[in-house]
C-alpha cells in the first residue's frame, strides 16, 4: 500500500500548493490594481503544483524500488537472523513466507521458523514506510516552498510551465524508442547467452528440435537444438497454408465489395468481415482444436490416411487462415482504391467487361500494394501463436505432409518458458533465440512492406 | 449498308461476348462466394460457441434434504459475517453433514454422486442466507462431474442409465448456475466460474488504461503537432510503426526479461500483465490518435493562434477536446485487442492455477483469455462446455466494448 500512499500524498499536496499559489496569484492582482500580471493566475498554480508533484512521484519510484531492499537488510541485521540456513532456496522461503504474513497478504505462517521473522518484518515495514512519507513530504514542502516563493506580478509562469509541459510530451513519445530499444536488448542479451552455450551454426542449420530442460545445463548438446524444423513448420503453417486460404478469400471479397456490392451492403458486410479479425486469438485456438482438427483427421480416415493426428499442421493453417481474411482484405481495399479511377474509366470506356477491367487493369496496377499487405499478413502470421499452440502439436516434424502434427517458433517460445526448467538453462533460453528470429524477421517484412506501399502510393499522387 | 454486319452479328464475336459475359458472372460469384464463405465461417464459430456455452452457464444437481439444525449447526447472523466463516463450517463438521445426508437421501452410493466439494456449495448458500441453516431444507447441490457428464449422454454407459434414473426421479436436473460468474478457478467443472479470472483482466486493464492511453495520447500530439522534421522523430515514428506490428509474443519476452527483472516478487500480477499490454496497446493509440489529430482542421489552430493562443493553449485548449472522440475510439480498441490477448500473459506467468479472486494489483491472477486457454487443456469433459461459457463472456464484453466505440464515433464523429 505505501507506494499508493505516496502516490496520494503527492497529489494532495500538489493541489494544496496549486490552490495555495494561485490565491497569492490573485492577491497580485488586486494589490497591484491596474499593474498586469505577466501570466494568468491558473499558471503561476499549475507552476507550484508541478514542482510539488513530479519530485514527489520521483521520489516515490525510487523509494518503491528500494524500500524492499531496506527492509530485507534491516531484518537480517536482527538478531534472529543468525538462525537463518546459510543461503538457498529455503532460506528464501522463508523470508518471503514471513514477509507475507506481516504485510497481511497470508493469514499464518506454514513454516514454523518463519514466525520468528514476522515480527521484524512487521517493524522493519512500518518503520521505512513512516521514513518513506517522512522523506516525501519534506520534499513536497521544500520544493513547494521554494517555488511558491518565486511567485511575482512580473513571474513568467506561464512559459515556464508550458516548457514542463513540452518535456512531457516529448518523453512521452521516447517511450516508444524505448520500448523498441528494450525489446532488442532484451532479446539480445539472452540471445548471446544461448549461444554462449550453443553453437549458432547447429542452432541455425540443424534439423533435430528436442531440447531437454532437465539435462545439465553446464553441458548441453548442441546437436539437440537445431531450428530448421521450427522455421519449417512456421513457414508451411502461416506462410503457405494460412496464406493459401487467405490471399484469394481476401482479394476477391476487396473485390466484390469494392467493385460490385451496392453501398448498402458494402456498409453491412464490411464490418461483418472486421468481427473476424476481432475475434481472440484464443477462441479461434479453441475452434481449431475443439471442431476443425477433429473434422479433418476424420476426413482423411475416410479417405484412407490412417495416420493422420488429431492434431495437424493443416488445422491451425485454415483456421489462422480465415482469421488474417480481413487483414488482407482491407490492404487489398486500400491499394485498390488508390489507383486512379481514370484507368478504370478507360478500360470500361474501351468495352472490357467490368471482371477483364480489374484482372487486367486494377489488380496489376495494385499489385505492389496487395504484395506489401500480403507481407505483412505472412508477418502477422508467423507471430501469431494461441492458434499453433493450442491446434498444431509439439512433435518438432520436417515434413511436407499437412496432416501431421507440426510445431513452430511461437510454440516452442511457449513451451521452454511455460515449463519447469531454470532461466539459465540453454533449453529457456532457446525462446529468447527463437524471438530474436522471429523479431527480426518481422521487423524486416514490416520494413519492406511500409517501403513498398510508400512508393507505390507516391507513384500514382 | 447492308454490306455491314454489326459486329454483334458475327457468330464468332457473339460467341466471343457470350464467353466473356460467362466470365464476368463466373467472377462476380466467385467474389460473392469468398464473402458468403468468411460470413459462414464466422456465423459458424460464433454459433458453435453459443450452442455449447449455453450448456456451460447450466449445472447439474442434485436435490439433498438436509436438516442442518439437527447437526447443531449454529445459525449465529454474526457468526456468518466473517471471513472464515466457510472454515469454521468445515471443523463444525459440514463436509460430513453433507455425505451422510447423501447417503440417506440417495442411498449408498449418494456421496459419490455428489461433488467431492459440494459442502462448499452448500456453505456458501448457507452465509448468503443464514435462515437455511435453522431447520429441514432441500438444498441444489453439484452432482460429481461423471453424473453430470452421464446426464449430457456422455461418459460411461452406467453413469448415464443412473443419471436418466435420477433424472426420472426428480432429485437430478440441470440449473442454470449464477454461481459460474461468481466464483473461481477450481479442479472440478462442476465447481468452477470466471470471476477470479475476470476480475484478473479487469485489473489488468485498468494498469493498461493508466499507463497507455496518458502516454499514446501525448506522444501523438508531440508527433502530430511540435514535432520538428528530423532524424529524431524519424527514429520515432520508424519505431511506432513497428511496434505496432511486432507480434504479441515478443512483448511477453520483453515482460518477462526486463518487467520481472526489476520487479521478481510480482510474477503473475496484473500490474506486470497491465505494463506488458501497455506497451502493446500504446503504439495503437499513437496512431489512431495521430489520425483524429491530423482531421482537426488547421483553420481551427489558426484561429486561436491569431487570438493570441500559445501554441500549447492550442492544443490543449482547442484542438484535442476537438480530436478526443476519435482517439477515445481508437483507445478502446486498442483495449479490445488487449482485453482478448493471451500469449504475452502466458510468458510473464499469468497462467498460475488461481482459486481466488486477486485482491489487488500485485496479488497472483490470471486473467480471462488465459483461463480460456488452461481449461481448454483440461482432460475432463465437462470443462469443454465450461471453456465455451467462459468464451461466450469475453466475447461479449468485446462486443461491448466495439459497441461503445462505434457508438462514440456515430455521436461524435464530425466531418469538417
Keep these: ?461 | 449498308m447492308s454490306n455491314i454486319q454489326a459486329p454483334t452479328r458475327n457468330e464468332a464475336f457473339a460467341k466471343r461476348l457470350k464467353k466473356r459475359y460467362a466470365a464476368e458472372r463466373m467472377f462476380k460469384l466467385a467474389g460473392l462466394g469468398a464473402i458468403a464463405f468468411s460470413v459462414a465461417v464466422l456465423i459458424f464459430l460464433l454459433s458453435s460457441m453459443a450452442l455449447n456455452g449455453l450448456g456451460g452457464f447450466q449445472r447439474a444437481e442434485l436435490s439433498v434434504p438436509i436438516d442442518l439444525s439437527e447437526y447443531g449447526i449454529s445459525a449465529n447472523a454474526d457468526q456468518f459475517a466473517t471471513p472464515s466463516t466457510v472454515q469454521a463450517l468445515e471443523a463444525q463438521g459440514l463436509p460430513d453433514i453433507v455425505q451422510i445426508s447423501a447417503v440417506t437421501a440417495l442411498g449408498e452410493d449418494g456421496a459419490s454422486e455428489l461433488s467431492s466439494q459440494a459442502w462448499r456449495d452448500l456453505a456458501a448458500q448457507i452465509i448468503a442466507n443464514p435462515e437455511l441453516a435453522r431447520g429441514p431444507q432441500t438444498f441444489n447441490l453439484p452432482a460429481s462431474a461423471d453424473l453430470a457428464a452421464g446426464l449430457n449422454n456422455e461418459g460411461s454407459p452406467e453413469m448415464q442409465s443412473l443419471a436418466d434414473q435420477l433424472a426420472n426421479q426428480g432429485v437430478l436436473s440441470e440449473n442454470f448456475d449464477f454461481g459460474f460468474l461468481q466464483r473461481s478457478d477450481a479442479t472440478d467443472p462442476q465447481l468452477a466460474g470466471i470471476w477470479g479470472a475476470l476480475k484478473g483482466s479487469i485489473l489488468t486493464m485498468v494498469v493498461t488504461l493508466v499507463l497507455a492511453f496518458p502516454i499514446g495520447v501525448l506522444a501523438a500530439l508531440y508527433l502530430e503537432e511540435y514535432a520538428p522534421k528530423n532524424r529524431w522523430t524519424d527514429i520515432i515514428e520508424v519505431s511506432i510503426n513497428n511496434l505496432a506490428a511486432v507480434p504479441s509474443i515478443i512483448f511477453g519476452l520483453l515482460g518477462l526479461a526486463v518487467f520481472l527483472w526489476i520487479f521478481p516478487n510480482f510474477r503473475s500480477a496484473p500490474l506486470i500483465g497491465g505494463m506488458t499490454l501497455a506497451l502493446m496497446t500504446m503504439p495503437v493509440i499513437v496512431i489512431s490518435g495521430r489520425n483524429a489529430i491530423k482531421a482537426v482542421p488547421p483553420s481551427i489552430r489558426d484561429g486561436a493562434l491569431a487570438v493570441g493562443a500559445s501554441p500549447i493553449q492550442v492544443v490543449f485548449h482547442h484542438v484535442l477536446p476537438l480530436a478526443l472522440p476519435g482517439i477515445l475510439t481508437g483507445t478502446i480498441i486498442g483495449m479490445a485487442r488487449a482485453l482478448g490477448e493471451t500469449a504475452p500473459l502466458l510468458m510473464i506467468g499469468m497462467r498460475a492455477f488461481v482459486a481466488t479472486p486477486p485482491d489487488g494489483f500485485t496479488a497472483p491472477a490470471t486473467v480471462l483469455p488465459v483461463q480460456i486457454f488452461l481449461w481448454s487443456d483440461e482432460i475432463d469433459r465437462g470443462f469443454v462446455e465450461r471453456t465455451s461459457a467462459a468464451i461466450i463472456v469475453l466475447l461479449l464484453f468485446l462486443l461491448l466494448m466495439n459497441g461503445l466505440a462505434i457508438y462514440l464515433r456515430n455521436k461524435f464523429e464530425k466531418t469538417w
Design chain 1, 1 to 461: 500500500m505505501s507506494p499508493i500512499t505516496l502516490f496520494l500524498i503527492a497529489l494532495g499536496l500538489g493541489l494544496a500548493g496549486w490552490l495555495a499559489a494561485r490565491a497569492k496569484a490573485w492577491s497580485f492582482q488586486q494589490e497591484s490594481g491596474a499593474k498586469r500580471l505577466a501570466a494568468r493566475p491558473n499558471y503561476h498554480a499549475w507552476y507550484v503544483a508541478l514542482w510539488i508533484v513530479i519530485p514527489t512521484l520521483a521520489f516515490a519510484l525510487i523509494w518503491t524500488l528500494t524500500a524492499p531492499q531496506l527492509v530485507i537488510q534491516s531484518v537480517l541485521a536482527s538478531e534472529a537472523a543468525s538462525t537463518l540456513p546459510e543461503f538457498g532456496f529455503q532460506r528464501e522461503s522463508i523470508l518471503s513466507e514471513a514477509r507475507a504474513v506481516a504485510s497481511g497478504s497470508a493469514g499464518a505462517v506454514f513454516n514454523p521458523a518463519a514466525q520468528e521473522f514476522v515480527e521484524p518484518f512487521r517493524e522493519a515495514i512500518s518503520r521505512y514506510r513512516l521514513i518513506g512519507i517522512a522523506i516525501a513530504v519534506v520534499i513536497a514542502f521544500g520544493c513547494g516552498l521554494a517555488s511558491f516563493l518565486r511567485l511575482k506580478p512580473d513571474f513568467t509562469a506561464r512559459t515556464r510551465v508550458e516548457r514542463t509541459v513540452m518535456v512531457i510530451l516529448l518523453l512521452a513519445s521516447l517511450v516508444a524508442i524505448l520500448t523498441t530499444f528494450g525489446i532488442f536488448a532484451s532479446l539480445v542479451f539472452e540471445t548471446f547467452r544461448f549461444f554462449g552455450m550453443v553453437n549458432p551454426i547447429d542452432f541455425l542449420f540443424g534439423t533435430f528440435w528436442g531440447p531437454d530442460p532437465m539435462s545439465n545445463p553446464d553441458n548441453p548438446d548442441s546437436s539437440r537444438y537445431g531450428a530448421i524444423p521450427l522455421f519449417w513448420g512456421t513457414i508451411y503453417i502461416g506462410a503457405i497454408i494460412a496464406m493459401i486460404v487467405a490471399i484469394p478469400l481476401g482479394l476477391m471479397s476487396a473485390i466484390y465489395l469494392t467493385q460490385y456490392a451496392h453501398p448498402k451492403v458494402r456498409a453491412w458486410v464490411k464490418p461483418t468481415l472486421e468481427i473476424l479479425a476481432g475475434v481472440p486469438t484464443v477462441v479461434y485456438g479453441y475452434f481449431a482444436a475443439l471442431t476443425v482438427a477433429p473434422a479433418i483427421r476424420d476426413m482423411a480416415y475416410s479417405i484412407g490416411f490412417t495416420s493422420a493426428s488429431s492434431e495437424s499442421a493443416l488445422a491451425a493453417g485454415l483456421v489462422m487462415g480465415v482469421m488474417i481474411i480481413p487483414f488482407v482484405s482491407s490492404m487489398a481495399d486500400d491499394s485498390i482504391a488508390a489507383v486512379p479511377s481514370a484507368m478504370r474509366d478507360g478500360s470500361l470506356a474501351m468495352g472490357a467487361t467490368t471482371s477483364e477491367t480489374i484482372r487486367k487493369v486494377l489488380v496489376p496496377a495494385a499489385l505492389p500494394g496487395i504484395v506489401a499487405g500480403v507481407m505483412l499478413a505472412i508477418s502477422r502470421a508467423i507471430g501469431e501463436t494461441m492458434i499453433v499452440v493450442m491446434a498444431a502439436g509439439a512433435a518438432a516434424n520436417l515434413t511436407g505432409n499437412p496432416l501431421e502434427a507440426m510445431t513452430t517458433v511461437t510454440f516452442q517460445i511457449v513451451a521452454m518458458l511455460t515449463g519447469e526448467g531454470s532461466f539459465d538453462h540453454p533449453a529457456t533460453l532457446s525462446a529468447f533465440a527463437l524471438g530474436f528470429v522471429l523479431f527480426m524477421v518481422t521487423l524486416g517484412l514490416n520494413f519492406v512492406a511500409l517501403r513498398v506501399v510508400k512508393r507505390f502510393r507516391e507513384a500514382y499522387e
